[in-house]
């Protein structure tokens, strides 16, 4: 396997124009081409000034790894996790040096494995009231429906029965209006102060206070209530550090938001993107369904709910969301600001610095890829994954930062996706094309493409469902 470095014709600067206008400009526009134009010209180190700063974006898997885990200790959170703290406050997604560690190490308690497998029934339970929901055969938006189901999964996982529908209403119409503020606003892409009276801001303000009353009150019921209860927030309320301190009701708040934000929307994006290619996809769609009607019966032979143990058989499942988020992954880049000076490369990175991964990027290189740009889910089995270097994929970070909720969201997407395409055939409505406007994860644009949800009746396999078909099924998204 090719493991040299890239140099593009045009070697390993871009100095497009002296302050970088022309890069913010285009990243502001067209992020995922510019990128990838970058990289095509500039090879596999590309050094982006960036106004007042300097972004360097690293392709190559093996510059990928020794950003995210060789120099963790020498980076601190970019530019845009900063800004995010005015919403987040300090929990682990913005957090820095001890404070993140002991958040970690006490959110960690929350997501191991025993407890992971723990929620499957609620992710399960949940997906299915909501499913209920959908009316059949009326034309709705994919990632809006996507986006609702896993808001009321998380939801029900981080504060069991403490949440009313109404609550979950306030939370979303919350969230709503924050990510819009965090992430397309001119205020985000000038970095506006808070106090300055913009109606975003406002609307921000209110949302906020919004979310932060129902958190507190919730936080509130449950320190008063002596039931012992067996959600994500009790996990966390009795966490208990080395030194016998536990997370304060400030520490709370950041870390359920933070939960909230980073839990519900990436999963939704894998879910909505995996159902897309599924539309394009009638050959391994017919796969998936043959190994959902296998494996989702009871003994009886009648449908009914994933739980965990039925995971590991739903191997193919799992394929397409992976090879899914191969293709559009939730989190299409991530950096981070070098406090102290590191190399990689061979090349001396100054602190200040913004280094940048893209996912987009190294997910998508012919190198690691063949045929990048194909819907081959058998790109995940066991004997090909192990060919590719190691971080040619992450859709989950990687190193101590690695995302906390990975097994977790792997888990969710299974059974909630096998249960989606058990119950309805998703119809891609025609000429509803998939485009992106991605802010910080990979929005779909225009609200998303327009489906129909067609109810389907569950058919026992007969027939045994090959890993890898002779029917290939390789062909263009
Ligand atoms: C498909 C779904 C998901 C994707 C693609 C995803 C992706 C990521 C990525 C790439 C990071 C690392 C960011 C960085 O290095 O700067 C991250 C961090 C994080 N994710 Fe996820 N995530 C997903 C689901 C979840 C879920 C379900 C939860 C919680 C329930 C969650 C909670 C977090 C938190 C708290 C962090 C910050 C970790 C830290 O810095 O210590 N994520 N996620």
């Given at each position: 396997m090719a493991t040299t470095r890239h140099v593009g014709?045009?070697?390993?600067?871009?100095?497009?124009s002296p302050v970088g206008l022309r890069n913010v400009h285009a990243m502001l526009r067209r992020p995922l081409e510019h990128l990838q134009h970058l990289q095509e010209a500039h090879g596999d180190v590309v050094e982006m000034p960036m106004l007042s700063q300097t972004w360097l974006l690293l392709v190559h898997p093996a510059d990928v790894e020794s950003l995210l885990v060789a120099h963790h200790p020498s980076l601190v959170r970019d530019e845009f996790a900063v800004y995010l703290r005015r919403v987040l406050g300090q929990g682990l997604l913005t957090s820095d040096g001890d404070l993140w560690k002991r958040q970690r190490r006490l959110s960690s308690t929350a997501f191991t494995p025993k407890r992971i497998r723990g929620y499957a029934g609620t992710m399960s339970a949940v997906t299915d009231r909501g499913l209920a929901r959908i009316e059949a055969g009326r034309v709705s938006r994919l990632h809006e429906e996507m986006s609702r189901l896993t808001m009321e999964v998380v939801a029900e996982v981080l504060f069991g029965a403490g949440i009313t529908d109404e609550d979950v209403q306030t939370v979303s119409r919350s969230l709503g209006v924050l990510n819009s503020l965090l992430t397309n606003s001119l205020e985000a892409a000038v970095r506006l102060?808070?106090?300055?009276?913009t109606p975003n801001h406002r609307r921000a303000a209110n949302a906020l206070a919004d979310v932060d009353r129902l958190v507190r009150r919730i936080i509130d019921d449950r320190r008063r209530s002596a039931v012992q209860r067996d959600d994500l927030l009790s996990h966390l309320l009795n966490a208990v550090d080395e030194d016998g301190s536990r997370m304060s009701d400030t520490q709370l708040r950041d870390e359920t938001l933070t939960l909230f934000l980073a839990g519900h929307e990436t999963t939704s994006l894998a879910l909505t993107h995996a159902l897309y290619l599924l539309g394009k996809h009638p050959d391994v769609l017919r796969r998936v369904h043959a190994e959902v009607d296998d494996v989702l019966r009871d003994g009886t032979g009648a449908p009914r709910l994933p739980t965990e143990e039925d995971v590991p058989r739903l191997s193919l499942v799992e394929r397409v969301i992976k090879e899914g988020m191969r293709l559009f992954p939730p989190a299409w880049i991530v950096g981070r600001e070098v406090a102290k000076d590191i190399e990689i490369a061979g090349r001396r990175i100054e602190k200040g610095t913004q280094a940048m991964v893209s996912q987009w990027l190294t997910h998508r290189d012919p190198r690691w890829w063949p045929r990048p740009e194909a819907f081959d889910p058998d790109r995940f089995l066991p004997e090909i994954a192990k060919t590719r270097p190691r971080f040619a994929y992450f859709p989950f970070g990687?190193?101590?930062?690695?995302?906390?909720g990975n097994h977790f969201a792997m888990m969710e997407a299974i059974l909630m996706l096998s249960l989606v395409v058990s119950r309805f055939e998703v119809e891609l409505i025609p000429f509803s094309t998939l485009r992106h406007a991605p802010s910080i994860t990979l929005q779909p644009a225009d609200g998303g493409v327009r489906v129909r949800f067609v109810p389907r009746t569950p058919r026992r396999a007969t027939t045994h469902v090959p890993t890898v078909g002779p029917e290939a099924i390789t062909s263009r998204t």
């Open positions: 014709p045009h070697g390993a600067r871009t100095l497009t102060p808070a106090w300055i009276p990687g190193g101590p930062r690695v995302c906390i």
